[in-house]
């Protein structure tokens, strides 16, 4: 069984910079996509960038441009550098991965691994 656990959060100022790590158990890069979501107090958990076993990442419109995903299988890590932070980015981030087999994709039911979360909280 795969566990995820997050670290990094923190608090900044706007235009401050964040780096997210998610440690993974047991790392197995074949067929599996994982991704970064984040949950504000007020809406639903959604999805900001994800990686597949290819290294191929994707991005959402809010974060595209200011937040890099990367998966590093030596270290058994998968990192979220955020940059240009800003008050709407103040959110609970959590890291997921799908089931082997599984592809990438933005809802949260496509994931079946999470992490407990991490807090980054932005100041204007």
């Known amino acids: 069984q795969v566990h995820l656990e997050e670290s990094g959060g923190g608090s900044v100022q706007a235009g401050g910079s964040l780096t997210l790590s998610c440690a993974v158990s047991?790392?197995?890069?074949?067929?599996?996509?994982m991704a970064w979501f984040r949950q504000a107090s007020w809406m639903g958990r959604e999805g900001i960038a994800l990686?597949?076993?290819?290294?191929?990442?994707s991005y959402r419109d809010a974060v595209k441009g200011r937040f890099t995903i990367a998966r590093d299988s030596a270290k058994n890590t998968l990192v979220l550098q955020m940059n240009n932070l800003t008050p709407e980015d103040h959110a609970m981030y959590y890291c997921a991965s799908t089931q082997p087999g599984s592809g990438c994709c933005w809802a949260p039911s496509g994931y079946t691994i999470w992490g407990k979360g991490t807090q980054v909280t932005v100041s204007s």
């Open positions: 047991v790392y197995t890069a074949s067929n599996r996509c």
């Open positions: 990686i597949d076993s290819h290294y191929f990442a």
